[in-house]
């Protein structure tokens, strides 16, 4: 799963969510290390990826690093992002996230429904 080419190939959808939820996740993710681990066990993240976001200053900075690398990844990448939060004590930031996407869904449907009448 983990996109050596750089490439932006994460569905759109999910690289807006990471964008507009991006402050959000950095301030609600404090230690991000079972996660990486996580993700690289659900190979989402590969070696060099995973070896290089922990060798990263702790906090923030290493959540921005794990953020910037999985909006380069391809897939269903966001999901997954989404279980390894619920299964690493992260339950109510994804929780908080899965209710955001279901509001812009509606929010979405609500303008689409608007445009064809």
């Known amino acids: 799963m983990a996109s050596s080419s750089g490439n932006f190939t994460m569905p759109r959808k999910d690289l807006e969510r990471i964008q507009r939820h991006y402050d959000y996740i950095l301030d609600s993710v404090f230690n991000p290390d079972d996660l990486i681990t996580t993700l690289f066990c659900k ?3 590969d070696l060099d990826q995973k070896t290089h976001i922990l060798n990263i200053e ?7 690093k794990l953020l910037d690398i999985l909006m380069t990844e391809c897939g269903d990448c966001y999901q997954l992002f989404l279980e390894a939060l ?4 992260f339950g109510p930031i994804a929780d908080t996230l899965g209710t955001m996407i279901a509001a812009e869904e509606t929010t979405e449907k609500g303008r689409f429904e608007l445009v064809l009448r």
């Open 58 to 64: 702790t906090g923030k900075p290493r959540v921005k």
């Open 86 to 89: 619920r299964e690493k004590r």
């Open 43 to 45: 190979c989402v993240l």
